[in-house]
């Protein structure tokens, strides 16, 4: 089933028993629809058994792989309209001590309205929690344009949470 | 943007994965603690609902397969004329060895040994419960007024049976004898559990290894999933 730009079905069983959880949680909080992650995460074990060869020489594996995910997480975005707005069943886990589920709730849901490149950076700051000079080393790109796309970013998600704010004092 | 460490490498370092810096950062941030803690435990969860990811491997196998080129696929015929048979004797000789006596697969039915004895058969079962649906490829467990179907991935045209086998001897139907041409497929008709519900197995396979599977409770020809009660 190998072959040199792929792994072998061996490799991708034990990627799929160790990270297997860690990557649906990822495609569920993306996209907010069970069926539709289990989709996905089909597509990306696809895309790794096909071509995760460079994989085996990665620091963090993870990492890597939740970028494989999250490509095809926003390959779905595109193709739908709209998603659900959240999930039916919340995850058990909670977030990140560092994050703030608001705002990273926020940013899920203008996932949408933005470019590739915008996403990447989203979920690098604000679902992954890295600091902007570690998106900037991560990216390649510089930290001062890191910082603007960073900050455009989190103006409309502070708009939608203004948003929902008004919605819910105008609820009797 | 914060004193605590990435969320990916918490992940990580939940998932197993050695990161030092990490860990010593765990050493002392109680919040991170938890939460690490919180990632094993559903981890594991996941684990043991998915069992050894066999049928999850099985229907990549089946998707790499029905999308490789079709001059790949010839390709991949000739070679099995020139190698096919050493690799015969070799799987011989390994089945051999693992059936010695001393040895004793624990394997649950459904996992990857048994899924690849019939080529890819990838099976799951949808839950539909309080108007959810839930989908599981390892065990899954029901309680009273769940009802559960069966989804079948084929790579080539099978003849396909199955349904539930209760613990109890009980057989409901899910898919009548039929021939089912390659791609996803669910089941026509569904088991509904009343207010006693019965743990058992969903089993699929071809006709004659289903009744074979029925009389006999073992599953070695077949594709199961298991059925667990549990009152909630």
């Known amino acids: 089933m190998g072959n040199e730009a792929g792994l072998s079905a061996s490799e991708v069983g034990a990627l799929y028993e160790r990270y297997g959880f860690f990557l649906r949680r990822r495609c569920r909080m993306v996209l907010r629809d069970d069926a539709l992650a289990d989709d996905v995460l089909h597509e990306s074990f696809l895309k790794i058994m096909r071509g995760g060869a460079e994989l085996r020489n990665v620091e963090h594996p993870l990492r890597w792989l939740y970028c494989v995910v999250d490509r095809c997480c926003f390959d779905h975005i595109r193709k739908r309209s709209h998603l659900p707005k959240s999930m039916d069943v919340p995850d058990p886990v909670g977030p990140h001590p560092g994050i703030q589920i608001e705002t990273r709730d926020a940013i899920l849901t203008i996932l949408e309205e933005l470019d590739d490149e915008e996403r990447r950076i989203a979920m690098l700051a604000f679902v992954d929690g890295l600091s902007q000079a570690e998106i900037a080393e991560e990216l390649g790109w510089s930290r001062v344009t890191i910082n603007k796309k960073v900050q455009a970013i989190r103006t409309r998600a502070d708009r939608i949470l203004t948003e929902a704010a008004g919605s819910t004092r105008g609820v009797p | ?232």
């Open chain 2, 1 to 232: 943007m914060n004193d605590h460490p990435p969320n990916d490498r918490m992940e990580a370092v939940a998932a197993g994965d050695r990161d030092p810096g990490v860990e010593a950062h765990l050493a002392s941030c109680e919040p991170c603690r938890a939460y690490v803690a919180r990632l094993e435990d559903a981890a594991l969860d996941f684990r043991q609902k998915e069992g050894t990811g066999g049928v999850f491997l099985a229907r990549l196998e089946a998707a790499v397969s029905r999308t490789a080129p079709k001059s790949r696929r010839a390709n991949r015929w000739a070679t099995a004329v020139y190698v096919g048979a050493p690799l015969l004797a070799a799987a011989a000789a390994l089945v051999l060895w693992v059936r010695a006596p001393g040895w004793h697969p624990t394997e649950r039915p459904g996992s990857l040994s048994s899924m690849r004895l019939k080529g890819v058969i990838g099976l799951a079962v949808i839950r539909e419960r309080d108007g959810s649906q839930e989908r599981f490829t390892g065990e899954v467990s029901v309680r009273a007024g769940d009802r559960l179907l069966a989804e079948v991935d084929l790579d080539r045209p099978l003849p396909i049976a199955g349904g539930m086998l209760g613990s109890n001897g009980e057989w409901v139907t899910l898919f009548s004898p039929t021939l089912l041409v390659p791609g996803l497929h669910f089941s026509d008709q569904a088991v509904r559990f009343d207010d006693r519900p019965t743990e058992g197995w969903v089993i699929v396979g071809d006709a004659g290894a289903v009744e074979r599977a029925r009389l006999t409770q073992s599953f070695d020809d077949v594709v199961a999933i298991q059925v667990r009660v549990t009152f909630e």
